[in-house]
C-alpha cells in the first residue's frame, strides 16, 4: 500500500481527499517544513503501518533537505 505525503502549506486535490485519509504530520527534523502524511481509504487501518511509515517520511525529510518536493508516494509495502 502507498502512502502520500503533501508539504503541508500545499493544499491536496479533490482526487486526495476521496482516496486518501490525513493520518499524522511530519516534521522535517533539519528545516522543520511540515508535511502532512496520508494513508489510502481502508476499512481498517494499522497504527503500525502508519507509525512506520511516519518514521520512513521522517528519514526521507531528513535526507533531502533542503530539496524538498511539494509531494510523493511512499514505497509499496
Known sequence: MQYLAIR??????PDVWRKFVHKRDVPCRKCEVVYQLW??????????????????????????CPGH?????????
Do not use: C, I
Not at 494513508?39 to 533531502?64: I, M, N, T
Open 39 to 64: 494513508a489510502p481509504l481502508e476499512p481498517e487501518q494499522d497504527d503500525a503501518a502508519v507509525k512506520a511509515q511516519g518514521e520512513w517520511l521522517s528519514e526521507r525529510l531528513e535526507e533531502e
Open 8 to 13: 503541508s502549506d500545499r493544499h491536496p486535490t
Open 69 to 77: 518536493a511539494d509531494w510523493f508516494h511512499s514505497p509499496e509495502n
